[in-house]
């Protein structure tokens, strides 16, 4: 695959990442499958843009990873510094069901010592038959009668009759708003894009035996209604997937060249299935199913079956 050799390591167009594995005890290997990624392991998340420290994501020519570039070479071109880098793309291969959980928003973060909370948004890739989310407690629970019954040590089953169960499609997309408690269940990988921080509160863990952290839990729910799922329509151009502070969140499947103009001075690209070529003026790079470009100026993308995400900085 060719990279941007050919624009300066100065100023580039685009940067190509390069995802990082993380195993977890849910993970699977259906995005490894998915993408021809070579790891026998049983991956939970792929952490394909993210400055976070520890969990880097690489750029492909580039002697560093993203973090250095965005405290280097980016300063120069207005991209936020790694620690402000607002936010974070994962897939998340769930073959088991995530933990229960909650993330504080700003506001509990910084009171709990943290840089900033955490508001997530996931878009589903695939989904088994039946397979669904948690998100939100069931009609008539509120978010301390969850907590006390898991204190008072509830049953699996039993945690599961007091959330609110969303099953979910390939293309679904899920707004989940920092305060809110969930959990994927097995059978579903998706895309994620989050704040930077990896601030979770643990409220149940289905019997793995991990810590849980329900005094901090009780700082950061919020009891909401949660909305439903967005099920967009085919569409060649931009449509809106979610509109939020933190960030925002576009797809188009285009079969005819389409733009993308990064016009806060950066944008993340990533390619959910297809192939194609990305074009900045004379410069260009092939682009495959499972890849992540920052951008970094405008440009214009064509191809066979693209599926394409874009984020870009909220409001």
């Known amino acids: 695959m060719t990279g941007a050799t050919s624009l300066t390591a100065r100023q580039p167009a685009f940067l190509k990442l390069q995802p990082r594995a993380v195993e977890r ?36 020519d580039h002697d560093g990873d993203l973090a250095d570039w965005l405290d280097g070479p980016g300063r120069e071109r207005g991209v936020p510094g790694a620690k402000d880098f607002p936010v974070l793309l994962k897939f998340l291969d769930a073959e088991q069901r995530l933990s229960l959980q909650v993330h504080p928003d700003d506001v509990v973060a910084a009171a709990h010592g943290l840089p900033r909370g955490k508001t997530e948004a996931w878009h589903v890739l695939e989904a088994a038959r039946g397979a669904c989310v948690y998100l939100g407690t069931a009609a008539g629970v509120t978010c301390a009668e969850l907590l006390d019954r898991v204190e008072a040590g509830a049953s699996d089953d ?66 909401r209604a949660p909305p439903a799922p967005v099920r967009e329509t085919a569409s060649g151009e931009w449509s809106p997937l979610v509109r939020a502070d933190a960030f925002r ?47 970094l100026e405008p440009m214009e993308l064509r191809g066979t079956g693209l599926d394409l995400l874009a984020v870009r900085p909220g409001a």
């Open 158 to 223: 039993e945690v599961v009759a007091l959330m609110n169960r969303v099953e979910v499609q390939p293309g679904d997309t899920l707004f989940v708003e920092a305060g809110t408690v969930h959990a994927l269940d097995a059978g579903v990988t998706i895309f994620e894009v989050q704040q930077t921080s990896d601030a979770t509160y643990r409220i149940h863990d289905w019997g793995r035996g991990r810590d849980v952290h329900l005094a901090a839990a009780r700082d950061a729910v919020v009891d």
């Open 25 to 60: 005890p849910w993970g699977g290997r259906r995005l490894a499958q998915r993408f021809g990624w070579s790891d026998d392991r049983r991956i939970g998340e792929w952490w394909i843009a993210s400055s976070y420290p520890g969990v880097e994501t690489g750029v492909l």
């Open 249 to 295: 969140l576009d797809r188009a499947r285009p079969d005819f060249a389409l733009s993308l103009d990064p016009a806060d001075d950066w944008a993340l690209l990533t390619v959910v299935s297809g192939e194609g070529r990305v074009q900045c003026g004379r410069h260009g790079l092939h682009v495959d199913a499972g890849d992540t470009l920052l951008v």
